[in-house]
């Protein structure tokens, strides 16, 4: 069975500073991947996905990941977080039939002024 | 557009109680799931349909029934709700089957049982 793992339960970083949050899965074949992020009292929000093709996608918000076969990882980066960025973000992948997403634990991110 | 819309956004049951969870989307989907969150373990799928008339379970679908008479409506019920169950209700949409196609999900439904 797939599943997904996310590291990092909680992160800090200071405004304008980088950040990274890393993924990592296990499947047996290339998957789907996806990031969604839930603002506090929100649903969920579609940040980027890969499905096939160049393994650098572009989200939303600024923010990109990269797909590591090698690695079994997706990890999702912004060059420069804002304030509005606190949330919890969800890494998820899809193995293929009916839509069916498995979902990390989730990374909660904090931003200091 | 509204797209995936969940009524009621607040509730709280008393041990023993039923009640349905309501999840209607507008963008004419195919596919139709129901997920809860609890902290420190992400979302896990309950029920999902895959067409109207045709349901199956998900990773933890105990104490959860579901039905799809319609394309656009796909209720949660709970028949005898227990503490276990509180959480944080999500219900989600997408075009077709398949992994490469995106989740539109509602804004959540936060159910407590005392």
């Known amino acids: 069975a797939q599943s997904v793992t996310q590291p990092d339960i909680h992160i800090t970083v200071s405004e304008g500073a980088s950040l990274e949050l890393r993924c990592n899965y296990s499947?047996?074949?290339?998957?789907?991947l996806f990031w969604y992020v839930q603002s506090p009292g929100q649903g969920l929000q579609l940040l980027l996905k890969?499905?096939?093709?160049?393994?650098l996608v572009q989200g939303i918000k600024g923010f990109e990941a990269e797909f590591k076969r090698s690695q079994s990882s997706f990890n999702l980066r912004k060059p420069s977080v804002h304030w509005s960025d606190a949330a919890e973000y969800f890494c998820a992948i899809n193995t293929g039939t009916a839509s069916k997403l498995t979902f990390g634990t989730g990374t909660r991110l904090q931003v200091t002024l | 557009n509204a797209g995936v819309t969940q009524t009621p956004k607040f509730q709280v049951l008393k041990t023993g109680q039923s009640m349905t969870l309501q999840c209607a989307q507008d963008?004419?989907?195919?596919?139709m799931s129901w997920y809860r969150q609890d902290p420190g373990m992400g979302l896990r799928l309950i029920h999902y349909s895959v067409g109207a008339g045709i349901t199956d379970q998900g990773e933890v679908p105990n104490g959860y029934n579901v039905s799809r008479s319609t394309t656009e409506d796909f209720p949660l019920r709970l028949l005898s709700a227990a503490p276990s169950q509180t959480s944080v209700y999500f219900c989600?949409?997408?075009?077709?089957?398949?992994?490469?196609?995106?989740?539109?999900f509602g804004q959540g439904t936060r159910l407590t049982v005392v």
């Open positions: 963008m004419n989907h195919e596919y």
């Open positions: 890969y499905f096939s093709g160049d393994t």
């Open positions: 989600a949409s997408s075009p077709r089957g398949g992994g490469n196609t995106e989740a539109f």
């Open positions: 499947y047996g074949a290339t998957p789907y």
